[in-house]
T-cell receptor, first 112, second 115 residues
Framework: TQLLEQSPQFLSIQEGENLTVYCNSS?????LQWYRQEPGEGPVLLVT?????EVKKLKRLTFQFGDARKDSSLHITAAQPGDTGLYLC????????????FGEGTQLTVNP | GAGVSQSPSNKVTEKGKDVELRCDPI?????LYWYRQSLGQGLEFLIY????????KSGLPSDRFSAERTGGSVSTLTIQRTQQEDSAVYLC?????????????FGPGTRLTVT
Protein backbone atom coordinates (compact mmCIF):
# COMPACT_ATOMS: atom_id res chain seq x y z
CA THR A 1 0.00 0.00 0.00
CA GLN A 2 1.41 3.36 -1.09
CA LEU A 3 1.48 5.85 1.77
CA LEU A 4 1.17 8.80 -0.61
CA GLU A 5 -1.22 8.29 -3.51
CA GLN A 6 -0.49 10.56 -6.44
CA SER A 7 -2.85 11.08 -9.37
CA PRO A 8 -3.01 11.02 -12.25
CA GLN A 9 -0.01 8.82 -13.00
CA PHE A 10 0.23 10.09 -16.59
CA LEU A 11 -1.04 13.33 -18.10
CA SER A 12 -0.67 14.50 -21.70
CA ILE A 13 -2.08 17.91 -22.55
CA GLN A 14 -1.81 20.69 -25.12
CA GLU A 15 0.13 23.88 -24.54
CA GLY A 16 -2.03 26.50 -22.85
CA GLU A 17 -4.23 24.07 -20.91
CA ASN A 18 -4.53 24.00 -17.14
CA LEU A 19 -3.97 20.92 -14.99
CA THR A 20 -4.04 19.73 -11.41
CA VAL A 21 -2.04 16.93 -9.80
CA TYR A 22 -3.18 15.45 -6.51
CA CYS A 23 -1.29 13.87 -3.64
CA ASN A 24 -3.40 12.13 -0.98
CA SER A 25 -2.75 10.17 2.18
CA SER A 26 -4.49 8.92 5.29
CA UNK A 27 -1.44 10.00 7.31
CA UNK A 28 -0.59 13.44 8.65
CA UNK A 29 2.62 15.05 7.42
CA UNK A 30 4.65 17.75 9.16
CA UNK A 31 5.57 19.12 5.74
CA LEU A 32 5.05 18.24 2.13
CA GLN A 33 7.39 18.92 -0.76
CA TRP A 34 6.92 18.94 -4.52
CA TYR A 35 9.80 17.98 -6.82
CA ARG A 36 10.26 17.98 -10.59
CA GLN A 37 12.53 15.42 -12.21
CA GLU A 38 13.84 15.36 -15.77
CA PRO A 39 15.28 12.27 -17.49
CA GLY A 40 18.77 11.36 -16.30
CA GLU A 41 18.67 13.82 -13.43
CA GLY A 42 17.73 13.78 -9.77
CA PRO A 43 14.57 15.48 -8.48
CA VAL A 44 14.74 19.23 -7.91
CA LEU A 45 12.72 20.85 -5.15
CA LEU A 46 9.94 23.21 -6.29
CA VAL A 47 8.28 24.09 -3.00
CA THR A 48 7.77 23.05 0.62
CA UNK A 49 4.46 23.58 2.41
CA UNK A 50 4.26 23.20 6.18
CA UNK A 51 1.02 24.78 7.43
CA UNK A 52 -2.42 23.27 6.98
CA UNK A 53 -4.34 25.29 4.37
CA GLU A 54 -1.18 26.94 3.09
CA VAL A 55 -1.10 28.11 -0.53
CA LYS A 56 2.14 28.94 -2.33
CA LYS A 57 2.55 30.30 -5.82
CA LEU A 58 5.58 29.93 -8.05
CA LYS A 59 4.88 31.78 -11.31
CA ARG A 60 2.25 29.64 -13.06
CA LEU A 61 2.38 26.91 -10.40
CA THR A 62 0.09 26.95 -7.34
CA PHE A 63 0.63 24.53 -4.47
CA GLN A 64 -1.86 23.86 -1.71
CA PHE A 65 -1.55 21.90 1.52
CA GLY A 66 -4.78 20.46 2.90
CA ASP A 67 -6.18 21.79 6.17
CA ALA A 68 -5.56 18.45 7.87
CA ARG A 69 -2.05 18.16 6.37
CA LYS A 70 -2.93 14.84 4.72
CA ASP A 71 -3.14 15.96 1.10
CA SER A 72 -1.76 18.46 -1.36
CA SER A 73 -2.31 19.65 -4.90
CA LEU A 74 -0.25 21.22 -7.65
CA HIS A 75 -2.06 23.35 -10.22
CA ILE A 76 -0.35 24.57 -13.37
CA THR A 77 -1.94 27.38 -15.37
CA ALA A 78 -1.36 27.73 -19.12
CA ALA A 79 1.05 24.81 -19.31
CA GLN A 80 4.07 25.11 -21.58
CA PRO A 81 6.26 22.41 -23.18
CA GLY A 82 9.00 23.35 -20.72
CA ASP A 83 6.77 22.09 -17.90
CA THR A 84 7.15 18.54 -19.19
CA GLY A 85 8.63 16.24 -16.57
CA LEU A 86 7.97 13.88 -13.67
CA TYR A 87 6.32 15.64 -10.73
CA LEU A 88 6.77 14.02 -7.33
CA CYS A 89 5.19 14.80 -4.01
CA UNK A 90 7.09 13.83 -0.86
CA UNK A 91 6.12 14.11 2.77
CA UNK A 92 7.92 14.27 6.08
CA UNK A 93 6.21 12.58 9.01
CA UNK A 94 6.98 13.61 12.56
CA UNK A 95 7.62 9.96 13.46
CA UNK A 96 10.10 9.48 10.62
CA UNK A 97 12.41 12.44 11.08
CA UNK A 98 13.70 13.97 7.88
CA UNK A 99 13.37 10.88 5.69
CA UNK A 100 10.95 11.53 2.84
CA UNK A 101 8.05 9.36 1.73
CA PHE A 102 7.46 9.82 -1.99
CA GLY A 103 4.38 9.41 -4.13
CA GLU A 104 4.66 7.41 -7.35
CA GLY A 105 4.90 10.53 -9.49
CA THR A 106 2.93 12.14 -12.31
CA GLN A 107 4.52 12.08 -15.74
CA LEU A 108 3.39 15.29 -17.45
CA THR A 109 3.78 15.84 -21.19
CA VAL A 110 2.86 19.23 -22.63
CA ASN A 111 2.55 19.12 -26.40
CA PRO A 112 3.24 22.27 -28.46
CA GLY B 1 29.11 25.46 -6.35
CA ALA B 2 29.40 21.73 -6.87
CA GLY B 3 26.30 19.69 -6.36
CA VAL B 4 25.89 16.08 -5.30
CA SER B 5 27.82 13.75 -7.56
CA GLN B 6 27.40 10.02 -8.02
CA SER B 7 29.48 7.39 -9.75
CA PRO B 8 29.26 5.46 -11.89
CA SER B 9 26.38 6.97 -13.86
CA ASN B 10 25.56 3.57 -15.32
CA LYS B 11 26.46 0.08 -14.13
CA VAL B 12 25.64 -3.22 -15.80
CA THR B 13 26.43 -6.32 -13.79
CA GLU B 14 25.71 -10.01 -13.87
CA LYS B 15 23.37 -11.59 -11.41
CA GLY B 16 25.26 -12.71 -8.31
CA LYS B 17 28.02 -10.13 -8.52
CA ASP B 18 28.63 -7.42 -5.92
CA VAL B 19 28.43 -3.72 -6.81
CA GLU B 20 29.50 -0.50 -5.11
CA LEU B 21 27.85 2.83 -5.78
CA ARG B 22 29.48 6.07 -4.67
CA CYS B 23 28.01 9.39 -3.55
CA ASP B 24 29.88 12.66 -2.97
CA PRO B 25 27.57 15.03 -1.08
CA ILE B 26 27.69 18.81 -1.07
CA UNK B 27 30.55 19.96 1.13
CA UNK B 28 29.40 20.78 4.64
CA UNK B 29 26.12 18.91 4.43
CA UNK B 30 25.71 16.74 7.51
CA UNK B 31 22.81 14.60 6.31
CA LEU B 32 23.03 12.04 3.48
CA TYR B 33 20.25 9.87 2.09
CA TRP B 34 20.04 6.96 -0.34
CA TYR B 35 16.87 6.28 -2.33
CA ARG B 36 15.96 3.77 -5.02
CA GLN B 37 13.73 4.59 -8.00
CA SER B 38 12.32 1.81 -10.10
CA LEU B 39 10.99 2.45 -13.61
CA GLY B 40 7.92 4.65 -13.49
CA GLN B 41 7.87 4.67 -9.70
CA GLY B 42 8.49 7.19 -6.99
CA LEU B 43 11.53 7.09 -4.76
CA GLU B 44 11.93 4.45 -2.07
CA PHE B 45 13.94 5.40 1.02
CA LEU B 46 16.89 3.11 1.76
CA ILE B 47 19.19 4.60 4.42
CA TYR B 48 19.99 7.92 6.11
CA UNK B 49 23.17 9.23 7.75
CA UNK B 50 23.24 12.25 10.06
CA UNK B 51 26.61 13.41 11.36
CA UNK B 52 28.19 10.85 13.67
CA UNK B 53 24.88 9.29 14.69
CA UNK B 54 24.03 5.68 13.95
CA UNK B 55 22.46 5.49 10.48
CA UNK B 56 18.75 4.85 9.96
CA LYS B 57 18.83 1.59 7.99
CA SER B 58 15.10 0.94 8.19
CA GLY B 59 14.57 1.17 4.42
CA LEU B 60 17.16 -1.38 3.32
CA PRO B 61 15.23 -4.17 1.53
CA SER B 62 17.49 -7.06 2.55
CA ASP B 63 20.77 -7.88 4.26
CA ARG B 64 22.43 -7.88 0.84
CA PHE B 65 22.32 -4.08 1.00
CA SER B 66 24.69 -2.06 3.15
CA ALA B 67 26.08 1.46 3.19
CA GLU B 68 28.77 3.38 4.94
CA ARG B 69 29.80 6.99 5.16
CA THR B 70 33.44 7.71 5.78
CA GLY B 71 34.62 10.84 7.53
CA GLY B 72 31.16 12.32 7.44
CA SER B 73 31.45 12.89 3.70
CA VAL B 74 31.59 10.30 0.90
CA SER B 75 29.16 7.39 1.08
CA THR B 76 29.22 3.98 -0.57
CA LEU B 77 26.16 1.80 -1.10
CA THR B 78 27.08 -1.88 -1.55
CA ILE B 79 24.78 -4.52 -2.97
CA GLN B 80 26.00 -8.09 -2.57
CA ARG B 81 24.93 -11.02 -4.76
CA THR B 82 22.86 -8.76 -7.01
CA GLN B 83 19.47 -9.94 -8.24
CA GLN B 84 17.48 -8.79 -11.26
CA GLU B 85 14.97 -7.06 -9.02
CA ASP B 86 17.79 -4.80 -7.82
CA SER B 87 17.77 -3.09 -11.23
CA ALA B 88 16.81 0.54 -10.62
CA VAL B 89 18.20 4.06 -10.40
CA TYR B 90 19.93 4.65 -7.07
CA LEU B 91 19.76 8.29 -5.98
CA CYS B 92 21.76 10.00 -3.29
CA UNK B 93 20.76 13.26 -1.62
CA UNK B 94 22.38 15.51 0.94
CA UNK B 95 21.00 18.19 3.23
CA UNK B 96 22.58 20.91 5.36
CA UNK B 97 20.85 19.52 8.43
CA UNK B 98 19.21 16.24 9.27
CA UNK B 99 16.30 17.88 10.98
CA UNK B 100 13.04 18.09 9.12
CA UNK B 101 12.18 20.97 6.84
CA UNK B 102 15.56 21.27 5.10
CA UNK B 103 15.83 20.84 1.35
CA UNK B 104 17.39 17.64 0.08
CA UNK B 105 19.69 18.09 -2.90
CA PHE B 106 19.77 15.10 -5.20
CA GLY B 107 22.53 13.71 -7.37
CA PRO B 108 21.88 12.48 -10.93
CA GLY B 109 21.72 8.86 -9.81
CA THR B 110 23.37 5.59 -10.80
CA ARG B 111 21.37 3.40 -13.17
CA LEU B 112 22.00 -0.21 -12.18
CA THR B 113 21.09 -3.02 -14.56
CA VAL B 114 21.43 -6.62 -13.39
CA THR B 115 21.45 -9.12 -16.25
Amino acid sequence: TQLLEQSPQFLSIQEGENLTVYCNSSSVFSSLQWYRQEPGEGPVLLVTVVTGGEVKKLKRLTFQFGDARKDSSLHITAAQPGDTGLYLCAGERETSGSRLTFGEGTQLTVNP
Amino acid sequence: GAGVSQSPSNKVTEKGKDVELRCDPISGHTALYWYRQSLGQGLEFLIYFQGNSAPDKSGLPSDRFSAERTGGSVSTLTIQRTQQEDSAVYLCASSPDGRGGYEQYFGPGTRLTVT
